[in-house]
């Protein structure tokens, strides 16, 4: 499939690139492309930026059938624009997919329209440190249609964000509120895929942990209220008693690609890690012992965020006396360091536009 390009006439004015926001600013062209029944993925097309016309009866949002992804692009020193494993995020996006019953997208040809649209937009892409262009495929049903089944038209689009640090206060360890009565999802359902609708229903404890003066929420698993899950758009690690241990992907779990690299990364180095069922009882054990020695969330937006703190019930943990780990700190290092170039990409993992 051809992709047909049209530039805009009208560029926007860049941001100021300090300090620049998360997720606020767009850049001047986005990705389309259309699903109709009987015709399959079609019209591949890169366009100037701008608001979608839709029918108010658009199923996507009524049903909430829809889909989504997050990546970065980084510029190096020598101006190379470079993607973090975008095979993996399409990958994920057809196993989100298949489960909200949308058809799957060709992973080749994405990963050649992203590199087409990043590349022509390629002077939004942020040169401060820690700074990047934030990517967000999705794909939305489009039928219009009031009633619950498949749609039979979708379209898949990407868009780009110049985006700064997602955590204001950088690789500062963060407050963390161990959620006991909200749920985010449970096994069957769609936690394991990246999905509006998970999103939703965590919002509300989202704003309780907020006004209770935490960043984020980890959430237990919904049946029992007893196994660690993750924290709001990251995977949760431990390091206990010199073993790094984070929960091992059971169904309600969203498969972290930054997990997958820090696991691939700690094993390669030779530190003991395992994917296991963790109990929040049992890190408040390590804790009162002395064995809790670390704690980072990891995701595409924070990269690893330390946490300093996490209150469970009355119960107040402070990992490492809100200091970041040897772990934390090293995982951070080297997947950055191979995200902007300044380390050798020893793991195949960058894929580069030149
Ligand atoms: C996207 C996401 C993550 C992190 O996945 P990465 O691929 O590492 O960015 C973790 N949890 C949830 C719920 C997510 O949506």
Redesign the pocket.
């Given at each position: 499939m051809n992709i047909t390009i049209t530039k805009t006439t009208t560029p926007k004015a860049k941001p100021v690139m300090e300090n620049l926001p998360f997720g606020k600013f767009f850049s001047d062209h986005m990705f389309v492309m259309d699903y109709t029944e009987g015709k399959g993925w079609h019209d591949p097309r890169i366009v100037p930026y701008g608001p979608l016309q839709l029918d108010p009866s658009a199923m996507v949002f009524h049903y909430a059938q829809e889909i989504f992804?997050?990546?970065k692009a980084y510029k190096s020193k020598d101006g190379q624009v470079r993607l973090f494993r975008p095979r993996?995020?399409f990958e994920?996006l057809n196993l989100s997919a298949e489960r909200l019953a949308i058809p799957e997208l060709d992973v080749d040809f994405c990963v050649e329209a992203l590199k087409q649209l990043v590349d022509l937009d390629r002077d939004w892409i942020p040169e401060q440190e820690g700074a990047s262009l934030y990517i967000r495929p999705f794909i939305i049903a489009t039928d219009e249609f009031l009633g619950v089944r498949p749609s039979s038209t979708y379209k898949f689009i990407i868009i780009c964000s110049p985006s700064g640090l997602y955590y204001p206060e950088g690789l500062d360890p963060v407050k963390i509120y161990v959620e006991d009565t909200y749920v985010?999802t449970v096994r069957g359902a769609t936690?394991f895929t990246?999905t509006g609708g998970?999103?939703a229903s965590?919002i509300k404890a989202q704003v309780i942990a907020h006004e209770r003066g935490y960043s984020q929420v980890l959430w237990l698993d919904g049946v029992e209220r007893k196994y660690i899950e993750?924290?709001?758009?990251?995977?949760i690690f431990f390091k206990i008693n010199g073993e790094v241990v984070t929960p091992m992907l059971n169904g309600s779990?969203?498969?972290?690609?930054?997990?997958?690299?820090t696991i691939e990364l700690a094993k390669k180095w030779g530190i003991p890690v395992s994917e296991r069922k963790i109990s929040i009882q049992e890190v408040y054990e390590a804790y009162e012992n002395g064995t809790l020695e670390e704690c980072f969330?990891?995701?595409?937006?924070a990269i690893i965020s330390p946490v300093g703190e996490l209150r469970w019930g009355d119960k107040v943990m402070n990992v490492n006396n809100n200091q970041i780990g040897e772990v934390t700190q090293r995982i951070f290092d080297t997947i950055t360091g191979i995200q902007n170039g300044t380390l050798e990409d020893e793991m195949d993992w960058v894929i580069t536009i030149d």
């Open positions: 992804e997050g990546l993996k995020n994920r985010r936690g990246k998970n999103y965590s993750e924290v709001g758009a990251m995977n779990i969203l498969g972290g690609i930054t997990r997958m690299s969330g990891t995701g595409t937006a």
